[in-house]
């Protein structure tokens, strides 16, 4: 069975950002959607592109009522040491994401495969959520590899925006 439903309350989620503060979803009131991106950590040379697009992007999300955050279960000393390294100085950052917190997100969990990885970590995901905490869209992947593209998502939000149109997957 899936937690993660369109329409449906979002799991709770309570992190910790680089900028020192805690970050609770259910206290984030964005006009249009918050964006969760789960990235897999510093290891993950996919993420750093990733991370680094979004940052060159974050002022069009700001623009579309989107409040944006991303996070790892890497800990404080290494999301801090990606801020600086992969210069993305614009995101909120969120680290110590538990396997068990990621599991409440369906996320796919990975065993390390060589000494550069974590012992365990988390595949990338992309939620949208509502004002409301509900959960508008998901993109959940079992691999670093073919995550939602900005622009494309960007073009989305528009078009939701515009049309009002209704989260879908509910069923």
Not at 45 to 62: A, G, H, Q, R, W
């Amino acid at each position: 069975m899936k937690n993660v439903l369109p329409r449906k309350d979002a799991p709770q989620l309570s992190v910790q950002t680089t900028k020192g503060v805690r970050w609770n979803l259910e206290d984030e009131k964005p006009e249009n959607f918050t964006m969760l991106v789960f990235y897999r950590g510093i290891h993950c040379p996919v993420c750093k592109k990733y991370l680094t697009e979004l940052n060159s992007k974050i002022s069009e999300f700001d623009e579309r009522g989107i409040e944006v955050v991303c996070i790892s279960a890497n800990t404080e000393e290494l999301a801090k040491k990606t801020v600086e390294s992969w210069d993305i100085d614009k995101l909120n950052i969120a680290y110590g994401l538990l396997t068990e917190d990621a599991r409440k997100w369906d996320l796919y969990i990975s065993e390390g495969i060589n000494d550069k990885e974590p012992e365990a970590f988390f595949e990338p995901g992309l939620f949208l959520i509502k004002p409301d905490n509900t959960v508008y869209a998901a993109s959940i992947q079992s691999m670093p590899f073919a995550r939602p593209n900005f622009d494309e998502v960007l073009k989305a939000i528009d078009f939701v925006l515009d049309k009002n149109y209704p989260a879908r997957g509910e069923a």
